[in-house]
C-alpha cells in the first residue's frame, strides 16, 4: 500500500512555507520547528538586533552544525575504510568538510538562494553559503535529533555529492601536505596571523607559516582557514615539495 506524506497541518497556517518546501525539497522532509531553519538561512548582516543588545544570527548554528557533520563524516569515513589508518581518515575528512568543497554543496542544493543578508559587491561573504549549510545542519540536530540528522547527511548529502574515490585521488589540501612534509623531513611549523585588513564583513587575515621558525609563506583570505591554506601552497611551492628543493625566498 503507497503512503503519502502529506504536508503537516501548519504548514498551512505558516507564513514560512517556502522554508518548508526548501527543507522538504533538498533534504526530503518536513521540519517541526521552522524557525530553527528560518535562522539558520539569516546572515549575521541581516541579524535581528534584541533589547539587551544580542543580535541574533546563525552563527551559533553555524558552530554546533559544523561538529555535527565532522562528527558524521569521520564517523561515516571509520565504517567505510576500516583498514586505512588515523593519518588518511584525518585527509578525507578536510576535504569533505572543506570551506571550498561546502560552498560548492551549497550552491549544489540551492541553499544559496535562500540565504538572507545584505546585498554586497565583490562577493565580500566568501563562506557565507557554506556557513549556512552548516547552520541547517545545527538546525537539523536540534529540531530531529542526531540519529535522524546522521542518516539524512549520509544518504542525501555525502552519498549523492561526493566520490570518495576521486576524493582520494585528489590532493588539494596544502596545509596537511605540508604538515606532512614536515613531519617526515623532522621541522617545525607553527601558522600564526600577522595582520588583519580591512573591518566587518571587508576583513581579510594575512597569515604567516613559519617552517624551522622561519617565514616560508604568507597566505591572505577572508577566513583564517583560507589564508592558512593560501600560506601553505606559497610554502610547498618555496620548498619545492613536489619537485627540486628550491632556495630562494619566499613570496
Known sequence: ???????????????????????????????ENIFLYKLAFTHKSQAEELLNGIRISNERLEFLGDTVLSTVVADHLFRMFPYKDEGFLTEMRSRIVSRAQLNKLSLRLGIDQLIIHTQEKNNV??????????????????????????????????KNNFDLTELINTDINFKSKLIEWVQKEKKTIEFIVVQEVGAGYHKQYVVEVLVNNETAGTGRDYSIKGAEQNAAMKAIEFFGINGTLKTESPA
Open 1 to 31: 500500500m503507497l503512503t503519502l506524506k502529506l504536508r503537516p497541518i501548519r504548514f498551512y497556517l505558516s507564513k514560512e512555507k517556502h522554508f518548508y518546501e526548501a527543507i522538504k525539497n533538498i533534504f526530503g522532509f518536513y521540519p
Open 125 to 158: 561573504y566568501r563562506s557565507i553559503k557554506g556557513d549556512a549549510l552548516e547552520a541547517i545542519i545545527g538546525a537539523m540536530y536540534l529540531d530531529k535529533g542526531y540519529n535522524f540528522t546522521r542518516k539524512i547527511l549520509i544518504n542525501r548529502v555525502i
